[in-house]
């Protein structure tokens, strides 16, 4: 494949937390810490982890709206962090986001036409009224919205509805990267599989490059190429779609994966959802060595004591010390 | 039935008049549910299932009117006077929602909201109510119970959090545990907690459930029957067998088709239900699911299909006549 569109190495996002106390030591949270990966043209990239495995702030990193405290976010060969406020701001028109909550994303005082024409109005402030209003309603028809709810307010449509208007604002720059923020998480099941859809054809249609963020497996599974496992920050698993579901080789990826309870009931009372044990370690205070080492069922003493690196075994690049003798033991 | 059920709706019809307008949020629902069974409601936003809830408590808003009857253990709940409800409420039967932050005050300690329902309702004194808790959240798999008590709920984790007010609804041993979205909130690691617990609060202390969740990977692990609700009505109803393997309902259908599995590769493409569902304040004169069916028939549009049996405690409201679902029978 050609160059990718998105490269993103050893990206670190901490935020500086007050400590205790007026003279406390102030505290680190290390939000995101140390993750590589690149997104090729055209591609899906899915990003699964539990809440504050960080994944919310690598999209915001990726788009600039997060601090980055170390490392690059390459996009199309140039780094963001290094571009003064207009050329960011330039740049900006070819990475867009989907948020996951569509009506708290939407201004309530904007019409659909206005909300969806915003970004024309600020990165082509000579457009005609008439070019804007042609081109806002092209993009609707491509969404699935009736040119007749131009005029209407956010509040009358339904969340899958407003979905589909928080979609048309982030493609109608026709940007390359689109970033979506747990999009489908807030939506009805019926709902859910309709945007799923939209997606996939928007993505054909444009040649999208989509970093897909969502804490529901199956759904990521379904429309992503590849997968990234991200565990307080880290990255545990990188691997194909399908690697990741037929031959997991992280234990956290193992245990996410049987965590899902599956809609077959004999088949689920016979094999029920499997709970990790213990709690997810702050972020502030993480576990020396593995991140994961406090709720893996294979930690030895070396887990502790040295951080894995992310490595390639087989297909897949996998950040455990005990991959080959997990991969070779019996499930 | 041999036995009477410990909890029996019959014809619940929940309705608000707005602005000149009616919504018919519940529409003739009726349901049984027998000691130490998990009976689980399943529907999207808008089908009624939380709206059956709040009547069956007696908590409707006050533009609400509510019919019917629901029969608690023989006596009625329904327009039963606010003494008698506050009796049962919190002690005979607990209620777990889905945001374990709203459910708990931020400003008290997680020991002072456990122990409350034992000092209304039990008039224990605080020593042995402390003690109850203790107990309670141990059985709930908190760690440090003791310390957790004098803790706040934003020291928390979500699924600790969620643990806490399921204790806070176990802890004066009610017959039936109402759990309305218990896990939507929660990660997938943390939601296999929570229903291993659920499964373990009905083994140990023989609690019935009513389980109301959109999640069916959650209804295969614990229900024994399902309720499916669409636009105020339920459209289906069954064992979980009838309902992933037997289905008879279009609507049922569609909803696990639409589900992404995870053994799919990518690019098969779901099955998604087109449209969007009905406004129940001008609900179509025929079957409400009518117009996004896939299988419609001319009669659909006519006429309100009534839920018949189908076989057993399997019934549906559908005039179409063949067997969907995995197991189906191909007609000759």
Redesign the interface.
């Known amino acids: 494949m050609s160059e990718p569109i998105l490269s993103v190495r050893e990206l670190r996002t901490y935020f500086e937390l007050a400590g205790d106390g007026w003279f406390g030591k102030h505290k680190v949270l290390r939000a995101v810490d140390g993750v590589s990966f690149d997104l090729a043209r055209g591609e899906t990239l899915g990003v699964v982890g539990?809440?504050g495995c960080g994944k919310s702030t690598l999209a915001r990193a990726v788009m600039a709206l997060a601090p980055v405290t170390s490392g690059e976010v390459l996009f199309a060969g140039l780094n963001l962090a290094t571009l003064d406020a207009r050329r960011l701001h330039e740049q900006r028109r070819h990475i867009q986001i989907i948020f996951q909550d569509p009506l708290a994303s939407l201004d309530p005082r904007m019409t659909v036409g206005q909300i969806i024409a915003e970004p024309l109005r600020s990165f082509f402030p000579g457009m005609s009224v008439q070019e804007r209003q042609s081109q806002v309603l092209e993009m609707m028809r491509h969404v699935g919205l009736l040119p007749g709810q131009i005029n209407r307010y956010p509040h009358e449509f339904?969340?899958?509805?407003a979905q589909r208007i928080g979609i048309a604002r982030a493609l109608i720059l026709h940007p390359d990267v689109v970033v979506c923020d747990e999009p489908v998480s807030a939506l009805?099941?019926?709902?859910?599989?309709?945007i799923?859809?939209l997606l996939?054809d928007l993505q054909a249609e444009f040649g999208l490059s989509l970093l897909f963020i969502a804490?529901?497996?199956?759904?990521v599974?379904?429309?992503?190429?590849r997968m990234m496992v991200l565990y307080l920050g880290k990255v545990m698993e990188l691997a194909s779609?399908?690697e990741i579901?037929r031959a997991p080789r992280h234990p956290y990826t193992q245990?996410?994966?049987?965590?899902?309870?599956?809609?077959?009931?004999?088949?689920?009372?016979s094999h029920?959802?499997?709970?990790?044990s213990g709690?997810?370690p702050s972020p502030i205070a993480p576990p020396s060595g593995c991140v994961f080492r406090t709720r893996c069922p294979y930690a030895i003493e070396r887990c502790a004591q040295e951080v894995p690196a992310l490595r390639s075994l087989g297909q897949s690049l996998v950040a455990c010390h005990l991959a080959e003798e997990i991969a070779s033991r019996p499930a | 039935m041999a036995q009477a059920p410990l909890l029996a709706a019959r014809d619940v019809s929940v309705a608000f008049s707005t602005r000149g307008r009616v919504v018919h949020a519940v529409s003739n629902v009726s349901f049984e549910l027998a000691a130490g069974k998990v009976l689980a409601i399943v529907g999207?936003?808008g089908s009624g299932k939380s709206q059956m809830l709040l009547a069956m408590l007696g908590l409707t808003a006050r533009n609400g009117k509510v019919t019917g009857s629901v029969l608690f253990k023989g006596a009625e709940l329904l327009g039963a006077p606010e003494e008698r409800l506050n009796e049962i409420r919190g002690q005979q039967i607990g209620m777990v929602f889905q945001d374990p932050m709203t459910a708990l005050n931020p400003y008290l300690p997680v020991g002072l909201q456990v122990t409350e329902p034992l000092l209304i309702h039990k008039r224990m004194d605080r020593a042995t109510a402390d003690k109850r808790a203790v107990e309670m959240l141990k059985a709930v798999h908190i760690?440090e119970p003791e310390r957790r008590m004098r803790q706040y709920p934003h020291q928390l984790?979500?699924?600790?959090r969620q643990r806490v007010a399921i204790a806070m609804a176990l802890i004066c041993d009610p017959q039936i545990l109402i759990a309305d979205e218990p896990t939507t909130a929660l990660?997938?690691?943390?939601?296999?907690?929570v229903?291993?617990l659920l499964?373990e609060i009905r083994e140990r202390f023989g609690t019935s459930v009513i389980l109301v969740t959109?999640?069916?990977?959650?209804?295969?692990?614990l229900?024994d029957r399902v309720n499916v609700m669409y636009a105020g009505k339920v459209v289906e109803e069954g064992t979980?067998?009838d309902i992933?393997?037997r289905c008879r309902h279009p609507y049922t259908e569609?909803?696990?088709r639409?589900?992404?599995?995870?053994?799919?590769?990518?690019g098969?493409?779901?099955?998604?239900?087109?449209g969007?569902?009905p406004d129940l304040s001008a609900l179509p004169p025929g079957c409400s699911f009518a117009p996004r069916c896939f299988y419609r028939l001319e009669k659909c549009d006519k006429s309100v299909p009534p839920l018949e049996s189908v076989g057993g405690i399997h019934a549906k409201a559908c005039f179409y006549e063949v067997q969907l679902g995995r197991e189906a029978v191909t007609p000759a």
């Open positions: 539990e809440s339904s969340g899958g509805q009805d099941v019926s709902i859910k599989a309709q799923v859809n996939a804490h529901d497996l199956a759904s599974r379904h429309i992503s190429h779609a399908d579901y245990s996410l994966i049987q965590a899902i309870p599956v809609a077959d009931p004999r088949r689920a009372r029920p959802a499997k709970a990790l709690e997810l | 999207e936003s760690s984790s979500g699924g600790m990660d997938v690691t943390v939601q296999a907690q229903l291993t499964r959109h999640d069916l990977g959650v209804i295969a692990e229900a979980a067998e992933f393997y569609a909803l696990q639409s589900v992404p599995q995870l053994s799919e590769a990518r098969a493409r779901l099955v998604a239900i087109a969007n569902p």
